[in-house]
T-cell receptor
Framework: AQKVTQAQTEISVVEKEDVTLDCVYE???????LFWYKQPPSGELVFLIR??????QNEISGRYSWNFQKSTSSFNFTITASQVVDSAVYFC???????????????FGQGTILTVHP | IAGITQAPTSQILAAGRRMTLRCTQD?????MYWYRQDLGLGLRLIHY???????GKGEVPDGYSVSRANTDDFPLTLASAVPSQTSVYFC????????????FGEGSRLTVL
């Protein structure tokens, strides 16, 4: 079975600091996908990124960047120059690819509560 | 743009009562899901449906049932609610089951006393 671990329960930073949210996963699937979702205080969940297990290129989108390292089974998320609006709960998730035992279903981590203070 | 609509937004329920959480999507997505969110546990999959007419069990299906009579609706029923089912319930959909880009509803907060 898949497992996703977000060891950081809560992180508190001051605006403009950089912050990295850790995500470690366990899987026996050879093909899989990794995700990050954001849950702001309003409660809805927002998709941020999806990565294929064959693509270990880091990705940058504005102030957000993701570091995928298959060798350490990690998919970390960095926010550069954090802002108050980044305050939210962030979830990492794993999905087996085609042929996986739980094809199509996401396993979420416990979530990391990020608070950015002005 | 409505996306996914869940009802009710919040409900307090006596233990032993039957409750149905409603979920409707207007995106014509094939796959739909029900998750529960509990502090420290993240989101856990209750039931899913890859396409209309089919359903499957997720990680925590006991005490819950679903149906998928058509593409748009995916109700979740608690036949006899228990306090451990106190949670926030999220309905989600995706174009199909091969993509994890889920679109979520705003959640239904259920308290079972």
């Amino acid at each position: 079975a898949q497992k996703v671990t977000q060891a950081q329960t809560e992180i508190s930073v001051v605006e403009k600091e950089d912050v990295t949210l850790d995500c470690v996963y366990e899987t026996r699937d050879t093909t899989y996908y990794l995700f990050w979702y954001k849950q702001p205080p309003s409660g809805e969940l927002v998709f941020l990124i999806r990565r294929n297990s064959f693509d270990e290129q880091n990705e940058i989108s504005g102030r957000y960047s993701w570091n995928f390292q298959k060798s350490t089974s990690s998919f970390n998320f960095t926010i550069t120059a954090s802002q108050v609006v980044d305050s939210a709960v962030y979830f990492c998730a794993h999905q087996p690819g085609a042929g996986g035992t739980s094809y199509g279903k996401l396993t979420f981590g416990q979530g990391t509560i990020l608070t950015v203070h002005p | 743009i409505a996306g996914i609509t869940q009802a009710p937004t919040s409900q307090i329920l006596a233990a032993g009562r039957r409750m149905t959480l409603r979920c409707t999507q207007d995106m014509r997505h094939n796959a739909m899901y029900w998750y529960r969110q509990d502090l420290g546990l993240g989101l856990r999959l209750i039931h899913y449906s890859n396409t209309a007419g089919t359903t499957g069990k997720g990680e925590v299906p006991d005490g819950y049932s679903v149906s998928r009579a058509n593409t748009d609706d995916f109700p979740l029923t608690l036949a006899s609610a228990v306090p451990s089912q106190t949670s926030v319930y999220f309905c989600a959909s995706s174009v199909d089951s091969s993509t994890g880009e889920l679109f979520f509803g705003e959640g239904s907060r259920l308290t079972v006393l």
